[in-house]
């Protein structure tokens, strides 16, 4: 018991477990007074303690739904429907996960190129740099909804401007993260390639490339993250498309809030099988260049 | 090689050089076959060519910089001149885009080599890529008759932004001065309160962490529509977004911020015989101030992203996000792009505030005292 409490598995799983009380219990209080008016009209009256209480974790529009009913959506929206179907959570969620990945690949693609001339140029980094840096500092989502219009005013629809704003996200951490991993060889290494009469093209290869590699999977971690939000975000703005994001905004209109957690809940799920993917692929990657753990 | 030790340029400023001079002969040429052209092109275009006497003599950078401005000015003066432009013109661009380059990097090339002074050009060069995105992004919408639901000119947009100032400015109160700040203030006073108690209780520090990052890297900001439903339309709503989002990059970096101290300082305070608050006020707080300060600065963006995108799912017809949904469905692209200009000047602004008492606070750090040296 002591060995268990000592790791952290233990300590998670407590705190979940309290989240998850603490979830039923607000799911009672929230619901209660609708569940009143309720049974008001239906013109229930001595409804018994437990009775009421599992009739606020049963609405049908409940304001805050208990994890139960969460997940019991989410299993009839994904194992219970047809995948092609349009209610079906897998089918939006593989149109966000597309666009995200579509959109993730660009912009890390995007980010590595740009730190690269960086490094290799000296007028690119004094113009370049302080532009990226203070556009950290921009609410860059806003622009999703124009982008989306605008790209569809001129015919380019679907995955595309999803992507786009996907990309956008994801490439300043590439850029920042990258700047700072092929500069981390030190001058004593570069000189040792130097001496070897290595071309640029081998220093590259061989040595900033190499050493670069932690960086790139710290960004792309982070990259991957908000690619997903910008996947959806962008999808808030084309109801036509399908996603994640166009569930979580019928949700909304029609008062669906099953509906909402359950978007929610995949998208979540989503994230962590990004994140946790870019970490596998990191290993891989380590384990490939022979570092030790 | 001779040619590089004559004019004393690198091979790729020779290029440059090269490019731009013939881009100007072929521009000269095309603008004197038409005819049509204006006689400040002509000029432009005329000394682009002169430059490639460069190959004989040296040219001195400032000269390259003064082709720059000038065929800038040409440029603009000529854009109202036609409906469509013509060839020349774009190869007058194209020549004015080299000098602008080969200018810039002749520029860092002498602040490399300790020629100039790195502290006063080093801050021209990113300024001037600024202006001259700026001035390619007008010249291109403008010249090649963009549609303006694409991309207005940034003309357009400033004549809007100018026009709309009260629109604009109820819109940034409503948003930012209501959702952001109270948002922002709750959700970080929240992640520091719940970071400090946490901080006591070893057991609950590796129950919540992990989760506290796990649910960094959740797309929170989904929580918007039911956060709207709970809290109704107005700001409200958005500040209760604003506080999710915010609250567990908090979290995550004030505890790590506390387990900066090391353990010799943290001896050196039980010596003192120091009580738990006063090494806390005392030692650790202003040892985690780096970590609580770069949570502060990523709240900023994240503060102002969570109210503008949960305003998209409904509010009352005020606010930022709000204008850029339903003017983007308007196709009033220019007053969209007015509103983004507000919010990334709001953003850097914000940010620019925290970054300024960061520096205050965190005067000893050596991230700042190298920035100062």
Known sequence: MQQLLAGKTAPILIVLLAIGLFWYAAAIWMNAPWQTTLNQRAGLENVSATEFIGQTWSQDKPVLPAPHQVAGEIWNATVGTDIASKRSLAYHASITLSATLLGFALGTLLGIGLAVVIVHNDASERSLMPWIIASQTIPILAIAPMVVVGLGAVGVTGLLPKALISMYLSFFPVVVGMVKGLRTPEAIQLDLMHTYSATPWQVFSKLRWPASIPFLFASMKVGVAISLIGAVVGELSNNAGGGLGVRLLTGSYNGQTIQIWAALFIAAALAAVLVIAVGAAEKLANRAMGVRA | ?373
């Open chain 2, 1 to 373: 090689m001779s040619a590089t030790t004559n004019t004393g340029l690198s091979r790729l400023q020779l290029w440059l050089a090269l490019g731009a001079g013939a881009v100007s002969v072929l521009g000269l040429a095309l603008a004197l076959v038409a005819g049509d052209a204006p006689v400040h092109l002509l000029a432009f275009l005329l000394l682009g060519t002169a430059t490639l006497l460069r190959l004989r003599l040296p040219v001195p950078l400032w000269i390259d910089g003064l082709l720059m401005l000038m065929g800038a000015i040409a440029l603009l003066l000529t854009l109202p001149l036609f409906v469509a432009e013509p060839s020349y013109f774009w190869l007058a661009l194209l020549a004015c885009w080299a000098f602008a380059w080969l200018f810039v990097e002749r520029l860092s090339q002498a602040i490399r080599t300790r020629q100039l002074s790195g502290r006063v050009f080093g801050l021209l060069i990113p300024v001037l890529f600024g202006v001259a995105l700026l001035f390619i992004w007008e010249v291109v919408t403008r010249g090649a008759n963009v549609p303006q639901v694409l991309l207005p000119a940034p003309s357009q947009i400033w004549t809007r932004l100018l026009a709309s100032v009260p629109t604009l400015v109820a819109d940034f109160q409503q948003t930012f001065l209501k959702a952001v700040l109270a948002g922002y203030a709750m959700g970080c006073g929240a992640g520091f309160i719940v970071a400090i108690l946490v901080d006591r209780s070893p057991f609950l520090k590796r129950g919540l962490l992990p989760i506290g990052n796990f649910v960094s890297a959740l797309p929170i900001i989904g929580i918007a529509p039911i956060m709207v439903m709970w809290f109704g339309f107005d700001w409200q709503s958005k500040a209760a977004v604003v506080v999710a989002m915010t609250f567990f990059p908090m979290l995550v970096n004030t505890v790590a911020g506390l387990n900066q101290a090391s353990s010799i300082e943290r001896d050196l305070m039980r010596t003192y015989a120091a009580s738990y608050s006063q090494t806390l006020l005392k030692l650790r707080l202003p040892a985690a101030a780096p970590f609580i300060f770069n949570a502060l600065k990523i709240n900023s963006t994240l503060a102002l992203i969570g109210a503008i995108v949960a305003e998209f799912f409904g509010t009352p017809i005020v606010g930022m996000g709000f204008r850029i949904s339903t003017e983007v469905g308007k196709l009033n692209i220019d007053l969209v792009w007015a509103e983004i200009a507000v919010a990334a000047v709001a953003g850097s602004a914000f940010y620019g505030v925290i970054a300024l008492i960061e520096r205050a606070v965190t005067f000893w750090h050596p991230s700042v005292r190298g920035g100062r040296a």
